[in-house]
């Protein structure tokens, strides 16, 4: 186990190490250093996810799943009948090729990342890579380290981005009902794909208004949809009555929200598809709120909060010299303070100190 000082200088350095890496191909033209590249800054992602040990809330939570999973043996048929069937394929095939569930985790990182590294690669010609990855690792790729089958489906729910602004509804479709299979939760984006065109800012209104009477009705939506023996794990999602409404939520997304909605019409002049990303943030913190009324609702925000990934950084790239330096300086200093205050600080997901083992070699 590493000291809590040992733990943050490790974080730093991961987080500078994956940045730098993707930063490279930025100024270079060969294609072979900008994979090459890519894949040291996945390593160094990857590696302190996939031999952790007890870092993270949920750590001990996925072994006791895959052993309560794995205990008795089972058909095909009977493995993907359960509830979040992928996962559960997951901890089989863990179980049959490994018989050790620490590859749990090492598998399920390497699928999120691929999926996030697969996405920023795709958007290099309008993103700054560098940054992207520094966004992420800051943001959310702490918090992976708790709620790993979330963020597989987050991991697809990213990637599906892509077909949402190509208008392949097809594709869009089969990636978030693929994420549902991890995490049930990821089909509330699907909606997504029909808040565009003529009609974006009535359905934008309608769909936040949807949002906003599910939560003045919270207990009784859902207690009608847990009765549904598919949703009764959902219960842990009960109200806490103790909980005040409040508004942190909304207040630590302004200072980027704010600037990115200011500046909306320059960042959809340089990418038009980008516009539909300015839905997810707007709706981001009305669903941010949902942490008042029961803590783990909150997490239910993550699919559309990811939006920040690519609209921040592309934000330094609207302004001229010397305007775009302070631009970047800006969301760097942003990320950075959220990942001290909500990892180091505050302690969120656990992932201080960090403990790894040496299981592979």
Same mark, same amino acid.
Do not use: H
């Given at each position: 186990?590493?000291?809590?000082?040992? *733990?943050?200088?490790?974080y730093i350095?991961?987080?500078?190490?994956?940045?730098? @890496?993707?930063? %490279?191909p930025? =100024?270079i033209? #060969?294609?072979?250093?900008?994979y090459?590249?890519?894949?040291l #800054?996945f390593?160094?992602?990857?590696?302190?996810? &996939?031999i952790?040990?007890? *870092?993270?809330?949920?750590y001990f939570a996925? %072994?006791? $799943?895959y052993?309560?999973?794995?205990?008795?043996?089972?058909t095909?048929l009977e493995?993907?009948?359960?509830?979040?069937?992928?996962?559960?394929?997951?901890?089989?095939?863990?179980?049959?090729?490994?018989?050790?569930?620490?590859?749990?985790?090492?598998?399920?990182?390497?699928?999120?990342?691929? @999926?996030?590294?697969?996405?920023v690669?795709?958007?290099?010609?309008?993103?700054?890579?560098?940054?992207?990855?520094?966004? !992420?690792?800051t943001?959310?790729? @702490?918090?992976?380290?708790?709620?790993?089958?979330?963020?597989?489906?987050m991991?697809?729910v990213?990637?599906?981005? $892509?077909?949402l602004?190509?208008?392949?509804? =097809?594709? !869009? &479709?089969?990636l978030?009902? *693929?994420? #549902?299979? =991890?995490h049930?939760?990821?089909?509330?984006?699907?909606?997504?794909?029909f808040?565009?065109?003529?009609y974006?800012?009535?359905l934008?209104a309608?769909?936040?208004?949807?949002?906003?009477?599910?939560?003045s009705?919270?207990s009784? @939506?859902?207690? #009608?949809?847990t009765?549904f023996e598919?949703?009764?794990r959902y219960?842990?999602? *009960?109200p806490?009555?103790?909980?005040?409404l409040? +508004?942190?939520?909304?207040?630590?997304r302004?200072?980027?929200?704010?600037?990115?909605?200011?500046?909306? $019409?320059?960042?959809?002049a340089?990418? $038009?598809?980008?516009? &539909?990303?300015?839905n !997810?943030?707007?709706?981001?913190? !009305?669903?941010?709120v +949902?942490?008042?009324?029961?803590?783990?609702?909150?997490?239910?925000?993550f699919?559309?909060?990811?939006?920040y990934?690519?609209?921040l950084?592309?934000?330094?790239?609207? =302004?001229?010299?010397?305007?775009?330096?302070?631009?970047?300086a800006?969301v760097?200093f942003?990320?950075?303070?959220?990942?001290?205050?909500?990892?180091?600080?505050?302690?969120?997901?656990?992932?201080?100190?960090?403990?790894?083992?040496?299981f592979?070699?």
């Open positions: 186990m590493l000291s809590e000082l040992e *733990t943050i200088f490790l350095s991961i987080i500078i190490g994956a940045t730098l @890496f993707a930063l %490279i930025t =100024f033209n #060969s294609r072979i250093l900008k090459a590249c890519l894949g #800054s390593l160094v992602a990857w590696i302190p996810a &996939a952790r040990y007890g *870092t993270g809330t949920d996925y %072994i006791e $799943k052993y309560e999973v794995t205990f008795y043996p089972q095909f493995i993907i009948q359960g509830r979040e069937p992928v996962f559960n394929l997951l901890n089989f095939l863990v179980k049959w090729n490994f018989n050790d569930p620490q590859y749990i985790f090492v598998i399920s990182s390497f699928l999120l990342l691929i @999926f996030i590294y697969r996405m690669e795709d958007q290099s010609k309008k993103i700054n890579m560098g940054l992207a990855v520094f966004i !992420f690792m943001l959310f790729y @702490f918090a992976s380290y708790n709620i790993l089958r979330q963020y597989l489906a991991g697809l990213f990637y599906s981005y $892509k077909y602004v190509e208008k392949d509804f =097809f594709k !869009f &479709a089969f978030v009902a *693929t994420a #549902s299979l =991890f049930l939760t990821a089909l509330i984006i699907l909606p997504m794909y808040l565009t065109g003529k974006r800012k009535i934008l309608v769909y936040i208004g949807a949002i906003l009477m599910i939560m009705f919270y009784v @939506f859902l207690q #009608s949809v009765s598919i949703f009764e219960s842990v999602y *009960t806490d009555t103790d909980r005040l409040g +508004l942190g939520q909304i207040i630590m302004l200072p980027i929200l704010l600037p990115l909605l200011f500046y909306s $019409k320059r960042i959809i340089l990418n $038009k598809g980008y516009e &539909a990303y300015f !997810f943030i707007i709706i981001d913190p !009305f669903l941010g +949902l942490t008042y009324i029961t803590p783990n609702a909150n997490r239910i925000a699919y559309f909060s990811l939006a990934i690519l609209l950084s592309v934000f330094p790239r609207i =302004f001229k010299r010397p305007y775009s330096y302070y631009a970047y800006y760097i942003y990320c950075f303070a959220y990942w001290i205050l909500f990892y180091i600080v505050r302690g969120v997901n656990n992932t201080v100190p960090y403990q790894f083992t040496w592979i070699w």
